[in-house]
């Protein structure tokens, strides 16, 4: 298997091919639904490997960050505009700061405005793990969260501005609000595993979790972060942070947090501050946490890059009527599907 590369690429897909990828996109997906449910799609959605093939299918890049941020553009063009009860709120940069009033809108839309504010939670937790408990070197520029009245998962992506790198989280389909304890990824593709990695989501953390917030609620944190930074002694690729958000900590302390996942949605607690408390633990109560980086890998064909080959624009333009046809087909009895099935054969020969 072979090991998906991200490189950073600029610039924009060009029209023809976005428009194609929209068309041949909406049937694929309404397939999907309509034969399996929108448990499916939600189970397909956050597959990372089916997510890159789908990109691959598509006619997109061959392993680049793009595929994720036009693939996650077009599924909210065609899902956002159709009659199927899924939203996908987010996207990149200023798009994903407005995921909370997306969510709003779109809750509303489907008639579920009673779980706006849960699945605000839910994007905000996802982000903050992605960014804090995970320490990576990739910061979260890309966030999308897809759901329904019953499911939700999260694509997000980050980045590494120092190697051009970029790197891909996938959430698992679920429909309570995240717990660390749980497998909460279903996959996270990248290019390279990193040896510097604060993974504070690993069972083998569970103690470091449950210490950092013993250190916040009992108020001594002030007294263990002076006394870190007198320490000789360093974590190798892990800095003490010179300032850190103390009104964020106290009201950290005033709310007494349940659990580490109340920790991370305190305004003002970011990745600086989770890596002091982590320090600390470590270096001051030898409370170690867990250092392997968790990204897995998958595979990737294709692109309109010409790599390994050019698109098709012809074959693609008729892949799009087929597939069109087949959901209209989706209704009729055996007979007619065994002959859909008949013509797909012939056009993938």
């Known amino acids: 298997m072979k090991s998906i590369y991200l490189p950073l690429h600029h610039g924009k897909a060009p029209y023809w091919l976005l428009g194609r990828m929209k068309k041949l996109a909406l049937p694929l997906i ?9 448990i499916e799609f939600f189970k397909r959605i956050s597959d990372p490997i089916f997510f890159q093939s789908f990109s691959n299918v598509l006619g ?30 987010g996207g990149k940069g200023a ?20 779980r706006a504010e849960e699945l605000i939670k839910i994007s905000r937790l996802a982000a903050k793990i992605d960014n804090a408990a995970l320490q990576d070197g990739y910061g979260i520029y890309h966030h999308t969260i897809i759901f329904s009245d ?13 190697e051009r790198l970029a790197r891909r989280y996938h959430w698992s389909f679920e429909s309570e609000i995240p717990v660390i304890e749980e497998d909460i990824h279903s996959g996270i593709v990248t290019e390279r595993k990193e040896s ?22 009992d108020g001594s944190f002030r007294r263990d972060y002076k006394k870190l930074l007198t320490i000789t002694r ?16 106290e ?46 890998y998958c595979f990737a064909v294709g692109g309109k890059d010409g790599i390994p080959f050019p698109v098709d624009k012809e074959n693609y333009d008729e892949v799009i009527e087929f597939l069109n046809d087949a959901v209209k087909q989706a209704e009729l009895g055996i007979f007619e599907r065994k002959e859909a099935l008949k013509r797909l054969s012939s056009i993938t020969k």
Request: cysteine-free; aromatic content about 8%; overall charge negative.
């Open 150 to 162: 019953k499911y939700w998962t999260v694509i997000q992506q980050g980045l590494n501005e120092r």
């Open 60 to 89: 997109f890049d061959w392993n680049s960050s793009g595929s994720t941020t036009v693939l996650t553009g077009v599924l909210k063009s065609i899902i956002n505009n159709s009659d199927f009860n899924i939203r996908i709120a």
């Open 95 to 114: 798009e994903g700061r407005k995921t909370p009033e997306h969510i709003v809108k779109f809750t509303d839309d489907l008639g579920i405005n009673g």
């Open 30 to 38: 309404s397939i999907i639904i309509d034969e399996f449910g929108e």
């Open 196 to 217: 510097k990695v604060v993974n504070l989501i690993a069972d083998s953390s569970k103690k470091t979790r449950n210490l950092v917030v013993d250190i916040v609620n």
């Open 234 to 249: 360093y974590r190798e690729g892990l800095t003490v942070p010179k300032k850190v958000n103390w009104s964020a900590f």
């Open 251 to 296: 009201t950290a302390h005033d709310l007494q947090l349940r659990n580490f996942e109340d920790l991370l949605l305190v305004e003002g607690i970011g990745a600086a501050s989770v890596r002091a408390l982590v320090l600390i633990s470590d270096l001051i109560y030898n409370v170690e946490y867990d250092r392997q980086d968790p990204a897995k």
